[in-house]
């Protein structure tokens, strides 16, 4: 995945933690040799659109439009959170993102007990901007998610003083106002001064469905993209989810800030959203990268799916080849990369960035004769393919079992933790 896309045959030679040498590696020996002969060697997939806090909320959420969706089962349950439930969704998102090939994701938690994200993820390796989620004008909302403005943003900035560049790095911190609806232009528009002094990410949501359009031009006098450029946080610190509903004025605005644009095609079907302008955005010069958001929208951190979703809904309103498996691995890679403000570290399999890597097992029957290997990747691969994942040089899956972590054990603390859950946000729903 560098600037030429080039496909190589040979050897990836790892050291402190980043890449030393690739194809032909010289005659070296390594302190560990992992023979993927045959296989797929590729960067890191980067997630730039996630809440792990939702995960816990599988099946709890579904068959509902966004503001009903956030009224009648997110915003209950998240205000239910506990810092025990909290740690238990993060622990149960990064088992699932790193068994399927996310090695780097950009996550927007809930309003309170954000440390416990952090402390969750740290052991386990996966490489993660975490954003404690800024809600501080919307009366309906829960109590325990509505905030004092600048507690709001003295807890935003206590959290990136704890955190940023915790694990060599590998932890940052990110501001998270949640979308217009929810935050005060006050809040919106100290968030936007001090992401700008502090080279911090802003991290939000807007023109995601119509109803959400119409509300913020209701309450504001402009459209989504414009109002964020009104309260100073459009700019290249910008990370906006989904815009699906942005029209030529407000994609223009968006390439002349170099904002960026994280787009979520699994969780738009899921929530009848609506199809985001792609190929209109990239064809400006728009940086747009993928994620699965929530499991409570999507319900799977799944990146192949992602990609594979980008490209067909792109043929459905462009035509057939509009975007390209190409396309979307580089979305999938370098535009998270980019996203991120880390293209100089991660995205690509090159000469001194990061070691962060995944490892396709390509002798499974829908992979095995596949005469392209970006081909097979986003039209036919799966997260159970994923062989191997490595980040910073550390091998985290290796022969498709995650190492950091007891996996059995995860899987059951999320299940009693999401049952408590459902209890105190008043949604305990009987199994079926």
Not at 7 to 26: K, P, Y
Not at 147 to 161: C, G, K, M
Not at 196 to 223: F, I, N, P, W
Request: aromatic letters at 4%; glycine letters at 8%.
């Amino acid at each position: 995945m560098n600037d030429a896309l080039d496909v190589l045959s040979g050897d990836v030679l790892v050291q402190g933690g980043r890449i030393v040498a690739v194809g032909d590696v010289g005659d070296v020996t390594a302190e560990r040799v992992i023979n993927a002969a045959g296989d797929i060697l590729l960067p890191g997939f980067i997630q730039t659109h996630v809440h792990l806090c939702q995960t816990l909320f599988r099946g709890y959420a579904d068959d509902l439009a966004l503001l009903d969706w956030l009224k009648q089962r997110i915003w209950p349950m998240e205000a239910a959170h506990t810092a025990a439930s909290l740690a238990a969704a993060a622990r149960l998102a990064a088992a699932e993102l790193l068994l399927g090939g996310t090695t780097t994701v950009l996550t927007m938690e809930t309003v309170h007990d954000t440390d416990a994200v952090f402390e969750a993820l740290a052991p386990l390796g996966l490489r993660a901007v975490v954003g404690k989620c800024m809600m501080d004008a919307d009366g309906a909302v829960p109590a325990r998610l509505i905030e004092d403005t600048s507690r709001s943003i003295d807890e935003s900035l206590a959290l990136a003083a704890r955190w940023n560049g915790r694990d060599n790095s590998r932890l940052r911190a990110a501001f998270a106002p949640r979308f217009a609806v929810s935050c005060s232009r006050d809040l919106l528009e100290a968030v936007g001064a001090l992401a700008k002094e502090r080279g911090m990410l802003v991290h939000t949501h807007a023109s995601e469905h119509r109803d959400e359009v119409a509300l913020v031009r209701s309450r504001t006098g402009y459209a989504n993209v414009a109002y964020l450029d009104q309260v100073g946080i459009a700019s290249p610190h910008l990370c906006v989810a989904h815009c699906v509903w942005v029209d030529e004025a407000e994609q223009d605005l968006l390439a002349q800030h170099d904002a960026k644009v994280l787009h979520c095609p699994g969780s738009n079907l899921k929530l009848g959203s609506g199809i985001a302008p792609v190929a209109d955005m990239r064809r400006r010069g728009i940086s747009v990268s993928l994620g699965a958001d929530g499991g409570a929208c999507n319900n799977e951190l799944d990146m192949f799916k992602e990609m594979r979703l980008a490209v067909g809904l792109q043929a459905i309103t462009r035509g057939a080849g509009t975007l390209t498996a190409r396309d979307a691995l580089s979305m999938a890679t370098r535009e998270g990369a980019r996203a991120l403000g880390m293209a100089d570290e991660i995205g690509s399999i090159e000469v001194g960035k990061r070691a962060d890597l995944i490892l396709i097992d390509r002798d499974r029957p829908h992979l095995a004769t596949a005469p392209d290997p970006i081909s097979a990747v986003v039209y036919a691969a799966r997260p159970t393919d994923v062989r191997a994942t490595i980040i910073d040089g550390d091998v985290i899956v290796d022969d498709f079992r995650l190492l950091n972590a007891d996996l059995p054990a995860i899987v059951a603390e999320a299940r009693v933790e999401g049952r408590a859950l459902a209890r105190r946000a008043g949604l305990d729903l009987p199994p079926r």
